[in-house]
């Protein structure tokens, strides 16, 4: 074998060393067998310690047998594969089934995962990686398998303790119910229920009951289990050599630039959606009058059609430029055609297939969850699952039969098709190139499927209209998903980035929260916060531990990317008018893409896509040129923009619930006015 003794500058030897025989034979081939077994969370901890200590041990005695190295990548390939599907396997049974025995498998299953990954990256420490003839990609691999994250730390009970706060933090959001029986309506769920409330009514006192019931039965109900997470994992991830949480969720981006660069994007965004800003808190005063509404310029966040005010689409029947043009909502015409769940499925699979990418595989209309089942509590926000053996791809939504559906179930099938594209690289590249490219990915079909082109190509659109004012409705919907969407995708990590950091403590939660809703999104609470609530909680991604930002990055780069589709294919028409479908011209561009998986840093993935290497605004802007020119004119009368402080006006907890009970009651005054006339 070779071996490479170390000296004491590196390893604190006072001298060249020699193992003895039993500790140096092949312990670049330690027993696949062995592994399994730290794989299994039976082994008694004593084994485990024993183990990572001989590895510490052994760094100091590095490989440098280039064949052993490529042996090791071919056996971890097929190790962490299976080892990942049994995680996610575990992690799908608890999320379309939420309860304790499924709860309790899954934090098993995180332990073993985790002293998996352990394993094989002290294993793999064992080889001079670094210094070998390995090819680039080769040296990839080596560098990812022995980034640890939160997996380093060898303390048991933290890696439990931050399971399972997981899991009850997700429970606690995904069983919460608001009951509005006040409004003629029952105790309801998030989904449907209060989504379809946020959505379609236009009570301001019924959103508000909405709105404010949602956060007090979620996030106040976990704001010390949350505490106690941030902790937890600020305490693992210095294992890894990180300061906190956010600079390791930000070490994904491979940019040490990478904060200034997103605040950059931000900022020259901004001014489209102070335009769209301006031109909806105008609408609105005219719908519900301006009493609702504070003198700062903020418009009141239950107001929105979204539980969380990051989508404004749901409103745009108040919102609407030109009432007699054409409308693009196709929510009654998806019912009057029959479409139901399974269909819509179908209708976005052949998007996909259209322009050369992959059918679903059999396995996913099987073992997917598309719909909410009526037995049991579920996670409903939707989402898109690798099973790592290169067919098994699912889907877990509660879908209904609607426009908004309809984008969601387009976004996860994109999901899948990376995934898919991808399932042939080595396990440990089986990830978008970065975050934020994975839900590019997911979101850059919704750019074709929406506009008046595809919707009269498969038949939710009567005729294409080439009209001016249609024109402008058509991109007014857009711009309520996709220009309303980015300071709200921008501040959620802005914030949990702060808490990780200590800058913002349990004692200014919610404030600092708000300060960056009132200053970024121009939104305010409708009835005052305080540091007994904790409205964070009450957005699915923070309970649930996702990273945010990539949405961020994705609404920027999603456009790029179509640009660059609309040129591969000859497009020379208004960008927003671009459809890709039946081109496989722009699906082979796009495959060229995704198949790269991770395993180029994301700047060379963008480049086979675009030519270029950054992440630019330039698209999105020219994308929505014609509606701020057209926002611009409209707005010639409004103040522009709010200011940066929340509104010092808000109304307390008790005002508000008289308001509401006295709403109430002149709505029953009025039905008995009216019956006894009746009568």
């Known amino acids: 074998m070779h071996i490479l003794f170390i000296t004491k500058q590196q390893c604190g030897y006072k001298k060249q060393i020699s193992l003895p025989v039993k500790v140096r034979i092949s312990l670049h081939n330690i027993s696949q067998n062995y592994v399994r077994l730290i794989h299994n969370i039976r082994m008694s901890q004593f084994r485990l310690v024993l183990f990572l200590s001989i590895m510490r041990i052994c760094q100091c005695v590095l490989v440098t047998n280039v064949t052993d190295m490529r042996k090791f990548l071919e056996n971890y390939n097929t190790e962490a594969a299976n080892a990942n599907n049994e995680a996610v396997t575990i992690a799908w049974n608890y999320y379309t089934n939420i309860t304790k025995e499924n709860q309790a498998k899954m934090t098993e299953s995180d332990l073993k995962m985790a002293n998996f990954t352990k394993a094989l990256a002290a294993k793999a420490n064992l080889f001079d990686w670094k210094k070998s003839e390995l090819n680039a990609t080769e040296k990839r691999q080596f560098e990812k398998i022995t980034q640890l994250g939160f997996s380093a730390v060898n303390d048991t009970a933290k890696i439990e303790l931050k399971s399972n706060l997981e899991a009850e933090l997700t429970s606690i959001y995904s069983t919460g119910k608001v009951c509005l029986t006040d409004f003629g309506k029952g105790c309801l769920e998030l989904e449907p229920g209060l989504t379809d409330v946020m959505s379609n009514s236009r009570n301001p006192n019924e959103l508000f009951a909405a709105w404010k019931g949602w956060r007090d039965q979620t996030g106040k109900k976990m704001r010390a289990k949350y505490t106690e997470f941030v902790n937890v994992m600020n305490e693992m991830v210095k294992f890894s050599g990180f300061n906190d949480t956010g600079e390791y969720w930000r070490s994904w981006y491979e940019a040490s630039t990478f904060e200034s660069d997103v605040k950059k994007l931000y900022d020259e965004l901004l001014p489209l959606y102070e335009q769209l800003h301006a031109y909806v808190r105008q609408k609105l ?112 939504q509660c879908t209904d039969v609607s426009q908004r559906q309809f984008r969601t179930v387009h976004h996860e099938i994109g999901h899948l098709q990376y995934y898919m594209q991808y399932a042939r690289l080595p396990t440990i590249f089986r990830r978008g190139a970065n975050p934020g490219f994975h839900e590019g990915m997911a979101d850059i079909v919704s750019l074709s499927f929406q506009t008046p082109e595809h919707m009269h190509a498969i038949g939710l659109l009567d005729s294409i209209p080439n009209d001016q004012e249609s024109d402008i409705n ?124 991770s395993s180029k840093p994301w700047q060379d993935a963008m480049q086979v896509m675009t030519g270029g290497r950054n992440m630019s605004a330039l698209p999105i802007i020219q994308y929505f040129t014609p509606l701020i020119d057209w926002l611009k004119e409209q707005n010639k009368e409004e103040n522009i923009g709010w200011s940066a402080s929340c509104p010092s006006n808000i109304p307390s907890p008790d005002q508000t619930n008289n308001n509401v009970r006295l709403s109430v009651s002149a709505e029953t005054m009025f039905l008995i006015i009216t019956l006894t006339k009746f009568c």
């Open 285 to 396: 005063k005219n719908k519900y009058g301006t009493a609702l509404f504070p003198d700062s310029g903020h418009i009141p966040a239950h107001l929105l059609g979204n539980m969380w005010s990051q989508s404004w689409s749901n409103i745009y029947d108040l919102l609407t430029p030109y009432p007699n043009a054409i409308s693009f909502d196709i929510t009654q015409k998806m019912k009057d055609k029959g479409y139901n769940v399974s269909h819509m499925y179908r209708v976005a699979e052949e998007f996909f297939t259209s322009i050369g990418l992959d059918k679903m595989p059999t396995s996913f209309w099987t073992k997917s969850m598309l719909e909410k089942p009526a037995n049991r509590d579920v996670v409903c926000h939707a989402s898109a699952w690798d099973f790592y053996d290169g067919e098994d791809v699912r889907i877990k």
């Open 474 to 597: 058509f991109l007014m919907q857009m711009a309520l998903d996709k220009i309303a969407f980015l300071p709200f995708g921008y501040l959620i990590d802005q914030w949990r980035w702060s808490v990780f950091r200590s800058d913002t403590t349990p004692n200014n939660y919610t404030a600092n929260w708000w300060d960056l809703r009132c200053g970024y999104q121009g939104i305010s609470p409708p009835v005052q916060r305080t540091e007994q609530d904790f409205d964070p909680g009450a957005k699915y991604h923070i309970p649930g531990n996702t990273p945010y930002i990539r949405y961020f990055v994705s609404f920027v780069i999603q456009f790029q990317w179509h640009k660059a589709l609309c040129d591969e294919i000859g497009y020379s028409g208004p960008l927003h008018r671009c459809d890709i479908y039946n081109d496989t011209r722009a699906g082979a561009k796009l495959r060229n893409m995704l198949e790269l998986g």
